[in-house]
């Protein structure tokens, strides 16, 4: 039996991403933020949504610019606070000690305390309703060399994301290997009657 649950902002996983903006005048910013995805593959670009109240809104319009910022489970305190408190009133990087690096490609500071960072320019926006996505194109991603394996590639084991369930607002970590996609050609016949 199923239950409607009515129309609600609910899917399993959303991440904790921090998108990093620059404002008008140079400051740098960090947000929170869950509404964000992959969205293209040729060019590489990231969605991310953002509420016209926050700060961050307000750069990437001016910049045209911003950086994705993936955390790790220890660092679940900085960005839960990131995601409460306010650039508009609150020096985010003063309280938190984080520190953060002029991107290279594009026109946005990133967060150098988190293991993975991408570096995008805005390709478009759209006005949503209540959130105005941001689709951005990336230009660079960079990684702490601790998170990766001795070949040079990437661990998801060792950046450790964070996970976020919108409606009981908990954070989980990654749970463990279930096996590799695009291997499934034929499933075991299934008995009938
Ligand atoms: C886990 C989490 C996820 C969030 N996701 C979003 C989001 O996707 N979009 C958004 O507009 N705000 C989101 N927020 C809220 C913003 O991070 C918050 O309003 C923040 O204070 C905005 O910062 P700013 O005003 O310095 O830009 C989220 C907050 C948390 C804690």
């Known amino acids: 039996m199923k239950k409607s649950l009515g129309a609600q902002t609910l899917v399993y996983p ?9 404002d008008a005048a140079g400051k740098p910013n960090a947000m929170t933020a869950s509404w964000c995805g992959i969205c293209n593959s040729q060019p590489p670009s990231v969605a991310v949504s953002l509420r016209k109240a926050t700060y961050s809104y307000d750069n990437l319009i001016a910049r045209k610019a911003f950086t994705l910022n993936i955390p790790s489970e220890d660092q679940l305190k ?27 490609k594009a026109d946005a500071p990133y967060l150098k305390e988190c293991p993975l960072n991408l570096e995008c320019r805005v390709l478009h926006v759209f006005d949503l309703g209540l959130h105005t996505q ?6 660079d991603v960079k990684a ?26 908990g954070y989980y970590s990654l749970g463990s290997f279930l096996g590799r996609a695009f291997s499934t050609r034929e499933l075991p016949k299934v008995e009938k009657g």
Not at 158 to 164: G, T
Request: charged share 25%.
């Open 14 to 22: 959303t991440p904790v991403f921090i998108i990093g903006s620059y």
């Open 78 to 104: 900085v960005a839960d606070y990131f995601g409460l408190v306010s650039g508009k009133n609150t020096d985010k990087f003063a309280h938190s000690g984080w520190t953060t690096v002029r991107g290279e």
């Open 134 to 139: 941001f689709v951005g194109e990336i230009l």
């Open 144 to 169: 702490d060399e601790s998170v990766m394996d001795r070949s040079g590639l990437l661990d998801i084991k060792k950046v450790k994301p964070i996970i976020f369930a919108p409606d009981t607002q």
